[in-house]
């Protein structure tokens, strides 16, 4: 089919936006268990180019922007069953389905970004805390300087061994809950983005995953 027969649907920023998205998400969970400083980065980097995206629904290309695919429920509803039922109506954008499931991929990339954001907040306020806690007693307790020197660095590093402890332990503050439920379900909704995509792909007779690549549908 030669280029005439093909129409731009996805532009630059969302297809950009579409990958990294992916290779972000795939990395946050990779280094989920290791809760450093080079997961909250990739964190903050999905957040920054989510809202970007938003930005993006309101002022980018036709199918880019929100007022192109955002419908009521009973119209995705309506999909699926066409989609059951073998005879879904064509879309040339995001089809009522694909729509809210965008929906709520972008709104559980938020929830889980912010949670782990405030579950990272409090967790460095524990630990100012904790660590204030400790110099004061150090500091009544050794009236001598060089004293206080000594045992002060033997109670940085014992603090240090009981945050390392007690950061274990913190898993079970609200906001990390909150983070770690919204990660699992965002798999699910991954995985049923990943078979919709295929299963519309399979039922119109065309390939979602190239259009993502190159941005063009066939006409
Ligand atoms: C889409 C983005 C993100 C994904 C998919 C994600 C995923 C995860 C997962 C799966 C864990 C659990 C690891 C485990 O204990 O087995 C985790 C933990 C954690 N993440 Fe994220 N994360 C994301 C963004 C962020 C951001 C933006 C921050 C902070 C700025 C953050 C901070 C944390 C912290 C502090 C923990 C440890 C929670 C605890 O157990 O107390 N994450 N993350
Ligand atoms: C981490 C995994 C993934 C996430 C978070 C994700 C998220 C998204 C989002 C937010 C959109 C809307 C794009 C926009 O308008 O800006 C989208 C659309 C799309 N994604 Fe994904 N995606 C993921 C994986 C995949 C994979 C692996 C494929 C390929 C099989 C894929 C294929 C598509 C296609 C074809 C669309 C357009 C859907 C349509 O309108 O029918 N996605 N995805």
Request: hydrophobic share 45%; glycine share 6%; charged share 20%.
């Amino acid at each position: 089919m030669n280029d005439k027969n093909q129409i731009i649907v996805w532009d630059l920023l969302v297809r950009v936006f579409h990958w990294s998205l992916v290779l972000l998400i795939f990395l946050a969970y990779v280094t989920g268990e290791s809760k450093g400083t080079l997961h909250k980065n990739i964190g903050l980097a999905v957040l920054a180019i989510v809202v970007v995206r938003i930005i993006w629904g309101f002022c980018g290309s036709k199918y880019a922007r929100f007022s192109d695919f955002i419908c009521s429920p009973v119209k995705a509803l309506v999909y699926l069953r066409e989609l059951a039922t073998g005879k879904p109506t064509h879309y040339t954008g995001h089809n009522p389905a694909a729509a809210w499931m965008i929906l709520f991929l972008l709104l559980g990339s938020i929830v889980i970004c912010l949670s782990g954001y405030v579950a990272h907040t409090n967790k460095k306020a524990n630990h100012s805390s904790g660590i204030d806690a400790t110099y004061s007693i150090v500091a009544t307790a050794y009236a001598d300087q060089e004293k206080h020197d000594k045992h002060n660095g033997k109670h940085k590093r014992r603090a240090r061994h009981a945050e390392e402890e007690k950061e274990e332990d913190e898993g079970d503050s609200v906001w990390s809950d909150i983070h770690e439920i919204s990660a699992q379900l965002m798999l699910i909704l991954i995985c049923f983005h990943i078979l919709g995509v295929a299963a519309s792909s399979k039922m119109h007779n065309e390939n979602l995953m190239k259009s993502m690549l190159t941005g063009k549908k066939d006409l």
